[in-house]
Each structure stands twice: as structure tokens, then as C-alpha cells.
């Protein structure tokens, strides 16, 4: 998920990252549940018949889901804020708060972006100042990588001068 937003009085640019969550957590905790249920009302049926040992692996399927739910969930809450102002951008990356924060320079920012052709490789989008890369967008789908480099290059493309040839 791609949010742009425009702060009238300063005129900067805020970008937010955001992978896209389509369950709340409340919902992956009934989905959980419901499979548990489930998975104990079948391993109580086959105990019942002499298989007792399956009780404990269904309790441990449950554990699984639910584990792999919350660190699922937890991995798309990863926020990245690009703010791009006059002169820098600055990048914040946490999840409930600023965990990491890069500043660049505007005026030797470079957008990259690496597209590949495979519907099933996401690609790379990258800010490069400096010599370093710093990698953006990293829990986003390929459409919204393209938003992303879209938005970015609108953004940081406003304001640079235009060369214009006299003749």
C-alpha cells in the first residue's frame, strides 16, 4: 500500500510504505481458532478410537498457524516513511515507531529500479546517494513497487531545472 500526502504549509512530500494487510488481527486469531477447533474435534475422534498420540500434534498445529499468522502480520506492519522536502529526503523504517532513519541529500538522490520480466520476481527499488544503496519498498507487491518508483520520481523530478536548448 502507496499513500502520498502533501502538507500545505511546508509543501513537503510524505510517502507511506505499508505491505498490504487484508485481515485484522482479531481475524487471523478466529481463522486460528476455527482451524484448532477443527483440527481437536477430528484428533478427539481418532483418540477416542485408540490413537491417542494425536492429540498433542493437532494442539501443536495450532501453535504453528498461529505462530506463522502473528509473524506474518507482523512483517507486513513494517512501515517506511519517505519524506522529500526541499533540499532532503529522509527515510524512517520501523514498526510501531522510527527503528532506523536515513537522510539524503536531494540533489544526489538517484531512483533505481530493477523490473524484471518474471511475474513472479518483485524486483528491486532502490535510492542511491553517495555510493550506497538503500533499499525501499521491500514488502510490496511489483504493482505497487511501480507506484512506488512512480510517485518517487514524480516527486524528486519536480523541482530540478530543465535544460533547454537555444537556438
Known amino acids: 500500500m502507496v499513500v502520498r500526502q502533501v ?4 509543501g513537503e512530500t510524505q510517502i507511506i510504505v505499508r505491505g498490504n494487510r487484508s485481515m485484522s488481527w482479531r481475524a487471523n486469531v478466529m481463522l486460528a481458532s476455527s482451524l484448532g477447533i477443527v483440527s481437536m474435534f477430528f484428533g478427539t475422534g481418532i483418540a477416542y478410537f ?3 498420540l ?6 501443536l498445529e495450532f501453535a504453528l ?3 506463522c499468522l502473528s509473524a506474518t502480520y507482523r ?12 533540499s532532503m529526503v529522509v ?9 532506523k532513519t536515513i537522510e539524503l541529500l ?12 518474471s511475474c513472479f520476481d518483485v524486483g528491486k527499488l532502490q535510492l542511491k546517494a553517495a555510493g550506497q544503496f538503500h533499499e525501499i519498498g521491500g514488502n510490496l507487491s511489483k504493482e505497487d513497487k511501480r507506484l512506488l518508483h512512480r510517485e518517487l520520481s514524480l516527486c524528486l523530478d519536480t523541482d530540478e531545472p530543465r535544460l533547454q536548448l537555444i537556438s
Open 50 to 52: 485408540g490413537f491417542w
Open 106 to 117: 536531494r540533489a544526489w538522490i538517484r531512483l533505481q529500479f530493477d523490473d524484471p520480466p
Open 91 to 99: 527515510v524512517e523504517k520501523g514498526h510501531d515507531k522510527p527503528e
Open 75 to 86: 512483517r507486513l506492519g513494517f512501515t517506511e516513511v519517505i519524506s522529500v522536502g526541499d
Open 7 to 10: 502538507n500545505s504549509k511546508t
Open 65 to 67: 498457524v498461529l505462530y
Open 54 to 59: 494425536v492429540l498433542p500434534f493437532a494442539g
